[in-house]
DNA sequence: CATGAATGAGAGTTCATTCAT
DNA sequence: GATGAATGAACTCTCATTCAT
């Protein structure tokens, strides 16, 4: 039973979020946060100090959703066709959320605030996909049913033009044809 | 024969756009490029009104870099795969040149400046390069060099995986085994 | 047998003494002193309204320190020289003890807060001042011990000598021979 | 013939200056700068960034309004008794002056701002306090007219307990006998 | 055309103070 | 009594923008 402040925290987070995600991150003020939330200024500044570390802990959390699911499937012995689809249906959806995507925000933040690796969670974010891939790319193969693959490559083909078609979307409307050619291209390399 | 003004204009955008490629689009003032023109407040709001407009000049003048180059080589009959040789080259450099690239701004400027299709320039700029390379995959193909592929999946590939790695670079530095695994790949697609 | 609330009074006092005598009156907020003893907002407000009331509390007990020692001595018929060594001695470690001053918050106090002489503790103090070495002096007269000196005058530079040396010794350290000079030169002039 | 610029610090300077000598330092916030002199909030800030600043750049002033009238007088071999006449009714009128001085401002300023000995205007105001007296009792020695005092002794009964009464000054109202007495007895220490 | 002083709007931030629990 | 969340006022500071010179 969390207190109450960190009620308030988790929904300054919320609207928040909301807020970075349709006007990136340097266009939303502290004050834009207090009229989304309903809170004073003061009430505010109680919980975050900044634009900045309201930023930092989305940021954060995010990064922290790891996808566990995966490895289960994979002890599981599931069928490495049906998990990339599974993924690649979903890389779609994400691809095309244009409201929920803070990729132009995440760029104006690092942009801005020049960290050095370790603590730059679009690095970590990139590692952790490339690592993902890597093991269940090898998953496939083992199993028979993706080719023999050039992982490195395939992978930064993977998370760049997913990338690059997210931060797309995030400006204009993005032709749902698109998201799905690049599926179709990744099924191809991969699959038998 | 260009004006005083002109050149003070040309001096401006020079000027301008390396702090837009340093800084993105919303972190740079008025003042900030006064203080790196040496222009007096007065003195440059005499050529411009806002960072906006600042801004939408250097995009256009990018945009209007067309590549007629290409078109006279396709004309001359030059080889195809000499041609793709050299364009990756270019890109490659692209995706490497963290201070030259304006990725971060321009998406900064389009998130805040909701436009419509028309006058967005990152529209006409993939509508452009879609082209581009629309034309030049089937010069190859008749050229007997190139595979017969399907062109708007390996366009949207080349496309946003090159604009998705030019984003990360304007963040982190980025091996340059990257731009090197995305050409690559385009090469085995295309070449035969 | 004082009740709970004068200890948590009296502990206000004494933390909220030490951060007067550290940065003044003004830059000490609630807030400060709330950090400084560990109570809650809303604790702190129950048992003073303002920094100001806090502060009147200090100085008031300050001026209720009254000697009476002093005149105990006098009609013991102590050593007039003997009880004036005494006197200074604690007027120099008092010079010099910046910690311990409350000079310049006293200053700034009265500075924001004109009052009528009736209720200026700094009058107070004057006032007491003088009559404490009056009687003192014409104590030391009479035993033929002190000069027949004119009273108001080695009055005014005993108190404001002294006055200015405490100032002083907030601010910057003060050489210990100057509170030494001060004394021997007060004694020069009293003493036969 | 000084710029446009140079006219509106002195003014802010000398506005700001009868603001620090009724309120103190702290006290006084930019806000109160802009309404006295009826500039702007940019305004302002366009010649200072602080009320730190401005406070800094007075005291500046003050500390370099060097006496150099003395030093010619004593070249010139006038009286040394007329030059203490004169210098100590100056001084008078100083103790009473409560409108212009900064003595409560200065020690508020530097209690905040806790700087080495070197920077601080204070202690060189001191020093030179003491130098300037140093020769002038020196001279007057020399000519015959002043006794021969334990210099450092004099000097800080001189320094301090003017210090004293001008602090007081700034508070309450001084009764016009109290500079009249110290001065009296700085005559009867030095004059023969 | 250019300068830089000045304006005014608005963001960031800090606190005294209140109040439900 | 005590806690700490919340309020709102006031202050600092930064800019885009204007304008007299």
Same mark, same amino acid.
């Given at each position: ?68 699911? %995966? $490895?289960?499937? +994979?002890?599981?012995?599931? @069928?490495?066709? &049906?998990?990339?689809? /599974?993924?690649?249906?979903?890389? !779609? =959806? ?7 995507? %803070? $990729?132009?925000? +995440?760029?104006?933040?690092? @942009?801005?605030? &020049?960290?050095?690796? /370790?603590?730059?969670?679009?690095? !970590? =974010? ?67």
């Amino acid at each position: 039973m969390g207190k109450k402040g960190d009620d308030t925290k988790r929904f300054i987070k919320e609207k928040a979020r909301a807020l970075f995600a349709k006007k990136g991150f340097k266009n939303v003020t502290m004050k834009d946060i207090c009229m989304e939330t309903g809170l004073s200024r003061g009430g505010l500044y109680r919980h975050y100090d900044s634009t900045h570390e309201i930023f930092s802990e989305i940021i954060d959390s995010l990064m922290n959703v790891q996808d566990d699911e %995966l $490895s289960e499937k +994979i002890k599981r012995g599931d @069928s490495a066709a &049906q998990m990339l689809h /599974e993924i690649l249906e979903r890389y !779609k =959806q994400e691809m095309m959320d244009s409201a929920g995507s %803070l $990729s132009v925000a +995440i760029y104006e933040f690092y @942009s801005e605030n &020049q960290l050095s690796g /370790e603590e730059n969670a679009l690095l !970590k =974010q990139y590692l952790y996909s490339v690592d993902m891939w890597k093991n269940f790319i090898s998953y496939g193969i083992q199993q028979g049913e993706f080719r023999n693959v050039d992982y490195e490559e395939i992978i930064d083909i993977i998370v760049f033009s997913y990338q690059g078609v997210r931060m797309f979307s995030t400006i204009l409307p993005v032709d749902e044809q698109i998201p799905q050619r690049i599926v179709n291209h990744i099924k191809k390399m991969l699959l038998i």
